[in-house]
């Protein structure tokens, strides 16, 4: 199975700030990462695929990059609804989620 | 509009069964596979199986095999989760997700809550 890292496992962030995210697989996956965004109490919604494709209707401040094991996802201004709690998913095989990076307001 | 909508909450006692339901609508259903996903309280997401609903082909994460069921009856776009004895640790939110053909999950439920507790 493959596994998957986050870090970090938390961040306190500012409205505006740049923030970024890093996921690593425990071996290569191409490009089959994904990143979603989850709410509480709410379903995770889908923000990137393939380690760098935006989801329809997803803000453009949102991108994703990397491949083979190591991927990062930035937001570039930290906006109000941006706090959540962020997963990387690779489905290169089985799918595996990373543990999540819960991005609370500093 | 593409819509997954799960059945209610759950509340149950260790070693009763369960089957709780994902309904598919504005898209066609056997095209895509439905994948159910775990999600214990206050922790992350694990992927526990899926389901081909145009043969009903199924897959499951080790971790789950043997422990819950997948299927699904296509002729009401609906697949199922199912257990045949709860334990206290199957407390969580489960959630069912489409698989887009280029492999995310581009779709999901609301989760559906399920408490076992004596």
């Known amino acids: 199975d493959i596994q998957m890292t986050q870090s970090p496992s938390s961040l306190s962030a500012s409205v505006g700030d740049r923030v970024t995210i890093t996921c690593r697989a425990s071996?290569?996956?191409?490009?089959?990462l994904n990143w979603y965004q989850q709410k509480p109490g709410k379903a995770p919604k889908l923000l990137i695929y393939a380690a760098s494709s935006l989801q329809s209707g997803v803000p453009s401040r949102f991108s994703g990059s990397g491949s083979g094991t190591d991927f990062t996802l930035t937001i570039s201004s930290l906006q109000p609804e941006d706090f959540a709690t962020y997963y990387c998913?690779?489905?290169?095989?089985?799918?595996?989620f990373g543990p999540g990076t819960k991005v609370d307001i500093k | 509009e593409v819509q997954l909508v799960q059945s209610g909450a759950e509340v149950k006692k260790p070693g009763e069964s369960l089957r709780i339901s994902c309904k598919g609508s504005?898209?066609?259903?056997?095209?895509?596979?439905i994948s159910w996903v775990r999600q214990m309280p206050g922790k992350g997401l694990e992927w526990m199986g899926r389901i081909d609903p145009s043969d009903s082909y199924t897959n499951y994460s080790p971790s789950f095999q043997g422990h819950v069921t997948i299927s699904a009856d296509k002729s009401i776009s609906t697949a199922y989760l199912q257990w045949s004895s709860l334990k206290a640790s199957d407390t969580a939110m489960y959630y069912c997700?489409?698989?887009?053909?280029?492999?995310?999950?581009?779709?999901w439920g609301q989760g559906t809550l399920v408490t076992v507790s004596s």
């Open positions: 504005g898209y066609s259903f056997t095209s895509y596979w």
């Open positions: 998913q690779q489905s290169y095989s089985t799918p595996s």
């Open positions: 997700a489409r698989r887009d053909p280029t492999l995310q999950f581009d779709y």
């Open positions: 071996q290569s996956i191409s490009s089959y």
